[in-house]
T-cell receptor
Framework: NAGVTQTPKFRILKIGQSMTLQCTQD?????MYWYRQDPGMGLKLIYY???????DKGEVPNGYNVSRSTTEDFPLRLELAAPSQTSVYFC??????????????FGPGTRLTVL | GDSVTQMEGPVTLSEEAFLTINCTYT??????LFWYVQYPGEGLQLLLK?????DKGSNKGFEATYRKETTSFHLEKGSVQVSDSAVYFC?????????????FGTGTRLKVLA
């Protein structure tokens, strides 16, 4: 099993550009998440999804969009990139409901720099 | 609201030293508690967990006990190895909320010297 995969690993964007961060999981998990990790900070939830076609905002959703057309894929879209979006982005998935004691499985992350 | 507070790093130890990384929490419901580890260049992975008061989670020589009276979940290891060098995150999941709530601490970097 590959688990959770993310592409790209690194990316540099110019201010105002757009991009999509890809996330795929092969564990048939219903629940998927996008986090950002700023230097010296914990992970902040951007968006999450409880199943195909269902998404909801997390703690820091502004400047981002998501979609969930399949169980496997959960892309994160950045529109009009800003320097404040410079961060490491992690995708994660879990088998059970988010408020349970279930483990989350993380991808390796995407390091994004906006100049 | 719910929160997780971890000791700041970096923590630098010699091989075979005793490790403690402090973690305290505040929660409105009945949280489950977790320690995740992030090795260089990788995503986070679950190290151990505890789902109720007085539970002890353990894995790979690491242990943490869920202490409701002190709202703590400190990570310990009796003898660290160079391969334990990583960033450690304390986290909680609040089962009582009914909505999504999975909160991570800021992470503590551990460096073990040979």
């Amino acid at each position: 099993n590959a688990g959770v995969t993310q592409t790209p690993k690194f990316r540099i964007l110019k201010i105002g550009q757009s991009m999509t961060l890809q996330c795929t999981q092969d564990m048939n998990h219903n629940y998927m998440y996008w986090y950002r990790q700023d230097p010296g900070m914990g992970l902040k939830l951007i968006y999450y999804s409880v199943g195909a076609g269902i998404t909801d905002k997390g703690e820091v959703p502004n400047g981002y969009n998501v979609s969930r057309s399949t169980t496997e894929d959960f892309p994160l879209r950045l529109e009009l990139a800003a320097p404040s979006q410079t961060s490491v982005y992690f995708c994660a998935s879990s088998r059970l409901v988010p408020s349970s004691f279930d483990e989350q499985f993380f991808g390796p992350g995407t390091r994004l720099t906006v100049l | 609201g719910d929160s997780v507070t971890q000791m700041e790093g970096p923590v630098t130890l010699s091989e075979e030293a005793f490790l403690t990384i402090n973690c305290t929490y505040t929660a409105t419901g009945y949280p489950s508690l977790f320690w995740y580890v992030q090795y260089p260049g990788e995503g986070l992975q679950l190290l151990l967990k505890a789902t109720k008061a007085d539970d002890k989670g353990s894995n790979k020589g690491f242990e943490a006990t869920y202490r409701k009276e002190t709202t703590s979940f400190h990570l310990e290891k009796g003898s660290v190895q160079v391969s334990d060098s990583a960033v450690y995150f304390c986290a909680l999941s609040d089962r009582g909320s009914g909505t999504y709530k999975y909160i991570f601490g800021t992470g503590t970097r551990l460096k073990v010297l040979a």
